[in-house]
Nanobody, 120 residues
Framework: QVQLVESGGGLVQAGGSLRLSCAASGRAFSSYTMGWFRQAPGKEREFVAA????????DYADSVKGRFTISRNNAKNTGYLQMNSLKPEDTALYYCAAGPGWPKRRYDYWGQGTQVTVSS
């Protein structure tokens, strides 16, 4: 069993940066793929980024490539999403998730989300 808790969201101006964290409980986290997703009001949840359990492989949505960086520290059971050059369209509730598989990924565990709001 893995429990995930996101933090680091907030209000930021366009062009600014935020770093989200995903704190995990449970040993299995270090063996799982971790992903970040987001959901804006009135829209479906969308994939943002994913990282292999070892950190050696990453994947990004086209909309965030070059601006966001996903990373993890398995010794701390924590994952991160560094978000730079933020745009108003990045405003959403951001979730972290974990589960087996790469490149075909299945996310069995989800956090409650942290709100990111980017003002223009």
């Amino acid at each position: 069993q893995v429990q995930l808790v996101e933090s680091g969201g907030g209000l930021v101006q366009a062009g600014g940066s935020l770093r989200l964290s995903c704190a995990a409980s449970g040993r299995a986290f270090s063996s799982y793929t971790m992903g970040w997703f987001r959901q804006a009001p009135g829209k479906e949840r969308e994939f943002v980024a994913a990282i292999f359990w070892s950190g050696g492989l990453t994947d990004y949505a086209d909309s965030v490539k070059g601006r966001f960086t996903i990373s993890r520290n398995n010794a701390k059971n924590t994952g991160y999403l560094q978000m730079n050059s933020l745009k108003p369209e990045d405003t959403a509730l951001y979730y972290c998730a974990a589960g087996p598989g790469w490149p075909k990924r299945r996310y069995d565990y989800w956090g409650q989300g942290t709100q990111v709001t980017v003002s223009s």
